[in-house]
Each structure stands twice: as C-alpha cells, then as structure tokens.
C-alpha cells in the first residue's frame, strides 16, 4: 500500500465527523434554490461549480432579493475573503506542488477540509502530505453533492409553511458559535448585523453584505489595535 | 445576466480567491496583523446574513413584533454559546421556532 493512499485516507477520516452539520446545510441549500426558482440542473450546477455553501446561500439570498449579478458576484467575494486566510496558511506546505495539484487543491478548499488538514500539516513534514487536503476536500465534495441533490427532491414535498428558510439565518448563526465567547467578536457581529438590517432599505444595489462586512471588519482592526495598547 | 452566467462568475471568484493564495502568494507578504484582521471575516460577513432575515420580513420592513424568529434565535445562540456545536445550534432554533408557529 503507498503512502499517498494512507495519507488520502487519512484525511477522510479526519474530515468526516465535521461533515454532520454540512448534511442539513445541504438539504437545506437544495430545498431554498428550487423554492426560489432556479431549475433542478441549475441548482445542482451551483454545488458543482462553487462548491461552498456560505457563497451558495448568499448568491440564493441576494438573488431572491432582488439584487444585481454584480452586487451578488461581490458580495460572494465577501463571504469568500476568508478563503485568502486559508490559502495563506496552507500555501507554505504546497509550494513545491505542480501548477495542476495547485489547482485541483483550490477548488477542495472548503473550510472542513482547511480546518483537518490545517492540523496535519502542522505536524506531518512527508511530500504526500497534501493528499490529506485532496482526501477531506473529495469527503466535503461528496456529501455537498448528494445532500444538494436529496435537497432537490425532497424540496418538492416539504410545505412551506415549515418556514425552512429561517434555516438560513441559523447555520450561519451557528458557524458563528466559536466567536460569541469573544468580546471584540460580538462587538464585530452586532455592528455587522445593525448595518446591514439598517442599511438594507438605504444601501443602493443590495450592497448592504458588502458595506456591513466592509464596516465591521474596519472596527475589528481599531478594536484589536486599542486592546494591544492596552496591554 | 443569465441565470448561468451568474452561477460559472460566483464560481469563478470562489475558486480564485482559493487559488490566488495558493498560487501567488507566498505566506510572508501576509503579516500577523493581516492574518489576525482576516481572522474576523466571518464575524464581519454573516450577521449581515443573519440579521435582515430575522429581523425583517419579505418587503425589507422591521417585523418586531409577534416575530417567533428572533425568540428562536436567541434560543439557538444560547444552546450554541453552551454546547458550542453546530448541529445543537441549528436543531434547537428550528424546533423552538416550530414550537412558537405550531403550538403557541
């Protein structure tokens, strides 16, 4: 047996106990994007080519509201600046891979995986290593895909008045949990979330994710640089 | 824009913000200080999710009122603040919110 097939079933083991919650996400996602009028294909295109589930709710979100394919394509970009953390911290561990493995890495790099193979990188120095992320990041892309397409059929027998789209707000609520025992982050989340319910009616476009991300994320700076002087 | 055209663009983004790091970046010209600022993206990017759809109704209006979803929301923070999963999370606000629609 080599070591990359180890190595590769190494990280499907070490993705799999994070992919629970990304089940009911993806029902979730699938169930929203019919309801909200994109075909069954178009829906399962949306998994295949994004392939991220904060993207994928906020190009659903924004664009039952109503919003410019330039303010979506935008504020997806938002909610994916954290991917250019993840690449950064990942990136000194891959820059001997060939331009094609960087590639088909990149397009692996959902946040369960970076989370795992964060770990092992960390403290595995083997050149196969990056099968770890290959191994998490095809676990995260097989339940994406098959919880989209049970989300496409059972979309068409869950009754609306279940409300489901209140999931929405909750999952991302609830990737928010590890950050409400910080002080500067729950300053951080109720700034972002009072400029965007008050700016949803004023900010032109539907920026509204775009200028409270923008605004928040200024505060966060002031707020970190305040608390080392204070130190 | 076609509604494809919208999907292969957000894609494109999503993929590249990955792929420009990896590729481009070599992890010195990211500092402490950006890496920390980098750190509250997503306390900075998803109550802008969250907010609206909880305290405003389909129109954009505030929904204040005999609004079952902010009494879900608080339940499920505080079941996710205890328990510090994400499952409990979004399984305690459906239910609360299922409890305060159906049976109140």
């Known amino acids: ?119 092992y990188f960390k403290k595995n120095k083997d050149k196969h290593k990056y099968f770890h992320l290959f191994g998490g990041g095809i676990t995260c892309w097989v339940i994406w895909q098959t919880t989209t397409f049970l989300g496409i059929v059972l979309g068409a027998f869950i009754p609306e008045k279940l409300g489901l789209s209140f999931a929405v707000p909750l999952t991302f609520l609830a990737l928010l949990v590890n950050d409400f025992r910080k002080l500067i982050n729950v300053i951080v989340i109720i700034i972002s979330g009072l400029v965007a319910t008050f700016g949803f009616n004023y900010v032109p476009y539907k920026a509204y994710v775009i200028v409270a991300g923008v605004t928040a994320l200024v505060t966060a700076a002031i707020l970190t640089k305040l608390n080392k002087k204070n130190e | 824009m076609s509604n494809w055209l919208l999907i292969i663009y957000c894609g494109l983004i999503t993929f590249l913000t990955r792929f420009s790091m990896i590729a481009l970046l070599k992890k010195e010209m990211f500092n402490d200080r950006i890496r920390e600022i980098l750190s509250f993206v997503p306390s900075a990017i998803f109550p802008a999710i969250i907010f609206p759809a909880i305290f405003l109704d389909n129109s954009g209006d505030f929904q204040l009122e005999n609004n079952p979803k902010i009494m879900a929301a608080i339940i499920a923070m505080l079941i996710g603040i205890i328990s510090q999963n994400i499952i409990a999370t979004i399984i305690s606000g459906l239910a609360s919110y299922w409890f305060l629609i159906f049976m109140v």
Not at chain 1, 22 to 39: A, E, T
Not at chain 1, 54 to 71: C, E, K, N, R, T
Not at chain 1, 89 to 99: I, M, R, T
């Open chain 1, 1 to 119: 047996m080599n070591n990359k097939f180890t190595v590769f079933l190494k990280g499907i083991f070490d993705v799999s106990p994070l992919m629970i919650p990304v089940v009911p996400f993806g029902l979730i996602f699938g169930v929203l994007s019919i309801d909200i009028g994109f075909s069954p294909i178009e829906t399962m295109g949306m998994s295949l080519i994004v392939f991220g589930g904060a993207s994928q709710i906020v190009l659903l979100q924004l664009f039952s509201g109503g919003a410019s394919s330039l303010v979506i394509i935008s504020s997806v970009g938002a909610v994916n600046s954290r991917h250019l953390l993840y690449g950064a911290v990942v990136s000194e561990h891959l820059s001997d891979l060939k331009l094609v493995w960087k590639i088909v890495i990149s397009y692996f790099l959902v946040d369960q995986a970076f989370a795992r193979s964060n770990e």
